[in-house]
């Protein structure tokens, strides 16, 4: 946790037009949550364990991971394994927000341990109304486990 309590997010996607809406969604919500945006699944990798990115410096990481599955260099499917394989970062919850509705990504994504996954609505109505239900229910509802370190 920040010093402010709050959990930050990680929010890997590469199209910047669906990171806007989600971004300005988040912010909209007045969730007050630290976000990081990364555009590729190399980035996320290095954010996670490299520790990349200082807004989770006091933190020790993101508390939530929105996670697109077609990324730029490695895959969301990649990252997803990656993360949940790592005992630092297993307990993190991971939220797939993607565009496929294909029945085999999402039987991998929960065979990998994924959190949830959510179809990204095609109407942009629809998706901020997704992705505001989604910040509202992983921050504010859901009480998260307590991650190892």
Known sequence: MSNDGKIGILLVED????????LRTLNKGNLGNPIVWVKDGEEALDCLFRHTHPEFDESGGPGL???DLRLPKFDGMEVL?????DA?????PVVVLTSSTQQEDI???YALGVNSYVSKPV???AFVETV?????YWL???????RAD
Do not use: H, W, Y
């Open 15 to 22: 199209n910047p037009d669906d990171a806007e809406i989600t």
């Open 65 to 67: 991971i929105l996670l």
């Open 81 to 85: 394994e990656q993360i949940k394989r």
């Open 88 to 92: 630092s970062t297993s307990k993190i």
């Open 107 to 109: 039987d991998k994504c």
């Open 123 to 125: 109407k942009f109505e």
């Open 132 to 136: 505001s239900k989604l910040g509202m």
């Open 140 to 146: 504010l509802v859901n009480t998260p486990p307590v």
